[in-house]
């Protein structure tokens, strides 16, 4: 887990008396500017923020009349005095964590000339209830608006972004950028979304968060500090990424897909309520080093594994920390051509081994009409979520062969 500390800045705008620090840089009443073309600056730190901030549209150094046009990286970050901002200057970016952290920031207002916001720039902004985003946006960096407290609105005529429900997103929604940490109870993700963006649920305050199958992809703390999350059953991702559940303190089950073949540092750091892990894959994820658990109690949280997978698990770095690796999921095909079928009870849903190039998979009742069908790739599960109790017919058709087994359910 990485934690950036920097001092913090505060700010005060008035007149602009300027004196100069070197060529480039010069400081007007407590604010540095750097010169960042003929007649341009853009806002480089300051040493004394503090109430309403108005960011001017000109500033005067020596005898020229400078036009504000950004503000730098990190500029206003931690200025605790700070409550409320108001840009007059064109400004056309915002660098990445330029008022990260300013707890009692309060409002804000974009002008309709920004085209950049960056990583974390608003970042744990506790008190910054809503926030607007103006049609000029084309550019919002990862987690910039974490902590944010109510909603996030776009300007309907933004070729690149929308909001739904105070949710920020792409302009297809296909990917989900920031959920406000307001939102409570239980959060369907559309199925439209492919892509959680990192820190997107930053801090929430939700129960359950459900992903569709169409998620492939979800970024870095992504889940981080929802310290009510109580259950989450990963999609269809490869990689369970750096501090995606960190400090999630109130995780109780997890389920992990087939399709994950790593975790990194930090994955499941101080999930201290963690108690059932129900693992799809049958070659246990590779733990990036020791972190990927911590804080985790491995005598009493309890791994379900495939059967045919129980002494990988038990022999695999990080895995074999646990005491209770059980093997849960049971293997309900015949192998043939080198497809093999596994069912788990947990989830209702079956996972097939051996289908590299992916395979036609046909349920069928026991009066022979067909329940579903549907082309699926390797590792990826098959829900049998909504089917009635009783026995079904499975067939997997793929090039090297066809298995057919009875499932019950």
Not at 164 to 176: A, C, D, E, F, S
Not at 322 to 351: H, P, Q, W
């Amino acid at each position: 887990m990485k934690i950036r500390i920097k001092r913090p800045f505060v700010f005060f705008v008035t007149v602009c008396l300027a004196y100069p620090i070197n060529a480039e840089t010069f400081l007007s009443n407590g604010v540095n500017y750097s010169v960042t073309g003929p007649g341009t600056v853009v806002v480089a730190s300051s040493a004394d923020a503090s109430g309403n901030l108005v960011v001017p549209s000109t500033v005067i150094y020596g005898a020229t009349d400078y036009s504000v046009t950004g503000i730098s990286d990190s500029a206003f970050m931690a200025s605790s005095g700070l409550t409320d901002v108001t840009i007059q200057a064109p400004i056309s970016s915002i660098g990445n964590d330029a008022f990260a952290y300013c707890f009692h920031l309060a409002t804000l207002s974009f002008p309709s000339t920004v085209v950049s916001i960056g990583a974390g720039a608003f970042g744990g902004c506790v008190s910054l209830k809503k926030v607007f985003i103006p049609a000029s946006v084309a550019s919002i960096g990862c987690g910039a608006f974490r902590g944010c407290s109510d909603s996030i609105n776009v300007d309907g005529n933004n070729a690149c972004y929308s909001s739904y429900n105070g949710i920020l997103y792409n302009k297809q929604q296909t990917v989900l950028m920031q959920c406000p940490t307001a939102r409570r109870g239980q959060f369907n993700v559309p199925a439209s979304v492919t892509t959680i963006d990192g820190d997107a649920f930053w801090r929430c305050n939700l129960t359950t968060i459900t992903l569709p199958e169409t998620v492939s992809s979800i970024g870095y703390g992504a889940f981080a500090f929802c310290e009510k999350l109580n259950s989450m059953a990963l999609s269809p991702v490869t990689t369970i990424r750096v501090n995606t559940f960190l400090g999630c303190s109130a995780l109780v089950n997890m389920t992990i897909p087939s399709s994950v073949a790593k975790m990194e540092d930090g994955a499941f750091w101080n999930c201290t309520s963690l108690k059932n892990i129900h693992s799809y894959a049958v070659k246990p994820p590779v733990l990036s080093d020791t972190t990927s658990f911590y804080n985790v109690n491995k005598g009493s949280a309890f791994i379900y594994v495939p059967s045919d997978s129980k002494e990988a698990y038990m022999a695999a770095v990080g895995w074999k920390n646990f005491a209770n690796i059980t093997a849960e999921f049971t293997s309900v095909g015949r192998t043939l051509s080198g497809i093999k079928m596994y069912y788990d009870r947990f989830s209702k849903s079956v996972c097939i081994d051996g289908c590299h190039n992916g395979c036609h998979v046909t349920i069928y009742d026991m009066n022979g009409k067909i329940c579903l069908t549907e082309t699926i790739q390797e590792h990826v599960p098959l829900s049998f979520k909504g089917f009635l109790h009783g026995v079904y017919l499975m067939k997997i058709d793929s090039q090297t062969g066809i298995v057919s087994e009875k499932i019950s359910l």
